[in-house]
């Protein structure tokens, strides 16, 4: 994917640059002729930040996806949780059934991600390290554990979507 369509603001730079530019020449010059090439950049770069947020990266999938997940996961939501995970996966089905019997998550959100794409396997993988922040009670509604946890994802495109095929605690709190 062109680097201009994972962020805009190369997108947003480049046009405020080249309207600063145009606009100092319509100041110096006193014509009017460079209204029309301002209009021209300005017209671009609502292209190109509409495409921007329009098109969807695959890391920008993946991330989706973790977020969804984290979301469901915050949510206490099994079901939706399993959306995100696929049905070939072996650990990682089993680790969030018994956290979600065992415990309540009062928050999970992911505060630091990074997504590698592999494109050269069929179909195509990722891994994303992430750092999270989780809040874990028992059922009794008594603290178990606030902090930050570290873990590896392990992603595969299936059918339409990119689903979690495994995962890996990097950092996770030993008492839960």
């Known amino acids: 994917m062109p680097w201009f369509l994972e ?5 947003l730079l480049a046009g405020i640059l080249l309207e600063v530019v145009l606009g100092s020449l319509l100041v110096r010059s006193g014509r009017g002729i460079w209204l029309w090439p301002m209009l021209g950049v300005l ?3 609502c292209i190109g930040v509409a495409l921007e947020r329009w098109i969807q990266t695959p890391k920008e999938q ?19 949780l399993f959306e995100h995970i696929s049905p070939t996966a072996q650990y990682t089905p089993h680790r969030a059934r018994s956290a979600l019997q ?13 997504i590698e794409i ?13 750092v999270g922040l989780i809040s874990v009670e028992d059922k009794q509604s008594q ?6 946890v570290q ?24 008492d839960w």
């Open 43 to 45: 017209l671009l770069t």
């Open 118 to 130: 592999n494109q050269l396997t069929s179909p195509p993988t990722a891994v994303a390290y992430l």
């Open 62 to 80: 993946v991330a989706s996806t973790l977020y969804a997940a984290a979301s469901a996961l915050e949510e206490n939501n099994v079901d939706r």
């Open 143 to 148: 603290p178990i554990y606030t902090g930050r």
């Open 102 to 114: 065992l415990y309540r998550f009062r928050q999970a959100r992911i505060t630091h991600l990074e």
């Open 7 to 11: 962020h805009s603001g190369p997108i």
């Open 151 to 174: 873990l590896e994802v392990l992603l595969r495109w299936e059918k339409d979507r990119w689903r979690i095929t495994g995962h890996q605690e990097l950092h996770f709190p030993r």
